[in-house]
């Protein structure tokens, strides 16, 4: 028998799996947290009830991790310029043997994070691709499933603040082109609430609160900071280029900088949602690192 309030979490050590497990926990959800270390978990394993130690990229270490469990949520996917593990291994791979393991158990719901719009993205970055073979093997899975599209993350935003502290923001493509990026907290929130909804919907395009253009988000940085902070432009085929000249060498330094390179192609708007704000994160990181 599945436990209607028990919820797997893989990703529970990053950014936005950490927000999730917070989420679930106070909305009255028991939480399974995957971590390949506990130690990992760090501040978010007091509202984990329990700790489930394997590796998802590992799939004889994964037997019993949907036991009892009534529904999975997974984040996990590769972050970095590093040669290994590859996003095929992390963000295709690992995500199948999660989608496999919980069919196995009888769990009756899953949410996926992947790209806005990867759907009609996934030619332009193979790392895009790989995360949407996942949202196709959902697709013919007796589960329920719920796939959470995501403009981009606060976190992901806190590099303009890098560069501003610098002096120079290099923006890419237009710095016209705007988006509305989503704190892990509220996506943790809609996480929550689409498990409990009745039907679960299928898929959400959703992004924060603030729509803002790039030369928006360094102005925020430049108030933060309270400084003046140049802008310099990328061209969007520059980072295409270099995509494609590092596709041999290293596979996810490429299918990362293709990804980049879509901040070129236009607006990135999911539907706005939330209540944190941009401004707030940025005044916070100031302030924390004073």
């Known amino acids: 028998m599945s436990d209607s309030k028990l919820v797997v979490v893989a990703g529970a050590t990053g950014y936005l799996g950490g927000h999730v497990v917070e989420a679930l926990h106070r909305q009255g959800f028991r939480v399974r947290a995957l971590a390949r270390r506990r130690e990992k978990l760090r501040e978010v394993e007091s509202f984990c009830d329990e700790v489930f130690v394997g590796e998802a990229t590992e799939l004889q270490t994964l037997d019993g991790l949907f036991h009892g469990a009534f529904a999975g949520f997974s984040s996990i996917g590769i972050r970095h310029f590093r040669r290994r593990p590859t996003f095929r291994e992390v963000d295709l791979a690992a995500n199948l043997n999660l989608v496999e393991q919980a069919e196995l158990a009888g769990t009756a719901r899953f949410v996926f994070v992947s790209v ?24 013919t899975s007796p589960m329920d499933s719920c796939i959470l599209r995501p403009t981009g993350f606060f976190n992901d935003m ?12 290099w923006i890419i493509g ?11 907290a509220d996506l943790g929130e809609l996480t929550a609430s689409v498990l409990q909804a009745e039907p679960m919907p299928a898929e959400r395009n959703v992004g924060g609160p603030d729509i803002l253009s790039q030369a928006e988000i360094v102005r925020l940085c430049a108030q933060a900071l309270q400084r003046e902070v140049r802008t310099r432009r990328v061209p969007g085929w520059v980072l295409r280029g270099v995509g494609a000249v590092l596709a041999p060498l290293n596979p996810n330094a490429s299918a990362l900088a293709k990804m980049f390179a879509l901040l070129a192609a236009g607006d990135a708007v999911g539907e706005p949602i939330g209540k944190h704000h941009l401004r707030d994160h940025f005044a916070a990181l100031v302030e924390a690192n004073r």
């Open 158 to 169: 806190s590099e303009y603040l890098t560069m501003s502290r610098r002096g120079t923001a």
């Open 116 to 139: 806005l719009r990867g759907d009609q993205l996934r030619g332009v970055s193979p790392l895009i691709d790989a995360r949407e073979q996942v949202v196709d093997r959902l697709h």
């Open 174 to 184: 237009s710095d016209a082109t705007r988006l509305n990026p989503i704190h892990g």
